[in-house]
């Protein structure tokens, strides 16, 4: 038998413990373990996204020389990450032979949740488990692998507030889209664009496309267009399709797609004009004069201090189209010609004593208010305050009012000037009629007639 020298037993011996422990820290990896091997094989997705679940999927390999079982694997989750409900942290294996290769490791999968205020950066998860050797001993094991998870800033960009929420049909109009990075990532090469698949809103000066290079986490930026919608546009809501697309931080392309809505149509305009009185009655054409149709037209004298209406004050039109026009007429008189306080003159007579004058000089300075309300597109209900310069006489005027002469005298008058006239004219041809008869008379007398006498 061949003898070994003490000196060789002592390498023999080093060499077996070297070996031994290069063994245990090659299967171990970053666990304290000396039977069993956890790892991190995969995860899904490769970056944990604020306010979204991750998975992971565990390796476990029993990398030792005692068979192990009863052994339970646990996640455990600190903030950001938090136990997704329904899913079971903790799992169990019942039994792992010794010494397996990495195709006989078991596998285990975690999910759990990503706060959604997460910021970017690595955390650690520590995955804890506990084995039992399988035999007389049954040594409990207790093994901690730390794995560390990169999370990822979310980027999302948001139109928060649209600056307009109804246009009026073919009139220019500002149009402001405030956008924020919502996300916990920055932004970049942020394109903001929209369309009117109707075709009736349409950018004007610019095109519908504005670009944002860098926007950082909950900032805010605004974009601004000039707007116009057709004029042959028919009154309602129309959809504005909004796309933003921006880069990530891996330089990826992502894009959002929404949707807002745009009233087109609203409020409109009227041009009240005096069209001609009589006897007391004033008639006034409403004309719409604005872009948008107006519904239920009601016109109105409301109460003033120069003039007065006696009956109804108010009258409704019904409905006006662009362009269109009614008349109105009401039964308004001054008030001053009605008995309203007179104003001294500048040779302190009365206004009352100067009569028409007076009156025609109220008119001339002082225009009737008149009140239009209607319904515009949207439903609500307008009212329009406008000014009338009146062209009426006093006779008219003090017709409704006064206890005085009423217009009806005034024509009666006219008509008795006129039949005087007449008459006037009859007798002069009469007359005339006449003193032709007796002349003719006379020439046929001395034709026929003997020579006279001289002793006649």
Not at 38 to 48: F, K, R, S
Not at 153 to 172: C, F, L, M, P, R
Not at 449 to 455: A, G, T
């Amino acid at each position: 038998m061949k003898k070994f020298s003490l000196l060789t037993l002592l390498l023999l011996f080093s060499a077996f413990i070297c070996l031994g422990a290069g063994t245990a820290l090659g299967s171990n990896g970053n666990i304290n373990s000396a039977s069993l091997d956890v790892n991190l094989t995969n995860q899904n997705p490769d970056y944990a996204r604020p306010g979204e679940t991750v998975e992971l999927t565990v390796s476990v390999q029993n990398v030792g020389n005692a068979d192990l079982k009863d052994i339970t694997v646990t996640v455990n989750p600190e903030y950001p990450f938090s136990k997704v409900s329904g899913e079971n942290l903790v799992k169990e294996i019942s039994y792992l032979n010794a010494r397996q290769d990495d195709d006989d490791a078991a596998v285990l999968k975690f999910r759990f949740m990503t706060d959604s205020n997460a910021s970017a950066g690595t955390y650690d998860i520590d995955i804890t488990t506990t084995a039992k050797e399988s035999g007389a001993s049954s040594n409990t094991i207790t093994t901690t692998k730390t794995i560390q998870l990169e999370v990822k800033g979310k980027e999302y960009a948001q139109v928060v507030t649209i600056s307009k929420a109804n246009i009026d049909i073919a009139k220019e109009e500002p149009l402001d889209l405030i956008i924020t990075n919502t996300g916990t990532s920055p932004i970049k090469n942020l394109v903001v664009s929209w369309k009117d698949p109707k075709g009736v809103i349409l950018p004007v000066y610019s095109d519908n496309t504005k670009y944002i290079k860098y926007l950082e986490a909950g900032d805010s930026v605004t974009v601004s267009y000039s707007i116009m919608a057709d004029v042959n546009a028919d009154p309602g809501l129309y959809t504005l399709d909004m796309d933003l697309s921006y880069e990530d931080y891996e330089s990826n392309e992502q894009s959002i797609n929404t949707t807002a809505g745009l009233f087109v149509g609203g409020e409109t305009d009227f041009d009240v004009s005096f069209s001609e009185s009589d006897a007391g009655e004033i008639s006034l054409s409403v004309a719409n004069v604005g872009n948008n149709m107006a519904y239920s037209v009601k016109v109105s004298v409301p109460d003033q201090d120069d003039y007065k209406v006696s009956g109804s004050s108010s009258t409704i039109v019904g409905n006006l189209e662009k362009g269109d026009y009614t008349i109105a007429s009401f039964n308004v008189a001054s008030s001053q010609a009605a008995g309203g306080s007179p104003e001294a003159s500048p040779d302190n007579t009365k206004s009352s004593d100067k009569g028409e004058n007076a009156t025609s000089a109220s008119m001339d300075t002082n225009p009737l208010k008149v009140q239009i309300e209607y319904t515009d597109a949207k439903g609500e209900r307008i009212t329009v305050d406008k000014e009338v310069k009146l062209e009426m006489t006093s006779g008219n005027m003090t017709a409704q009012g006064s206890g005085g002469q009423s217009s009806s005298s005034g024509i009666g008058s006219y008509l008795l000037y006129i039949v005087l006239i007449v008459l006037a004219g009859g007798v002069f041809v009469y007359r005339k009629k006449i003193q032709e008869k007796i002349q003719a008379r006379r020439i046929e007398k001395s034709g026929n007639k003997k020579p006279e006498d001289p002793q006649a």
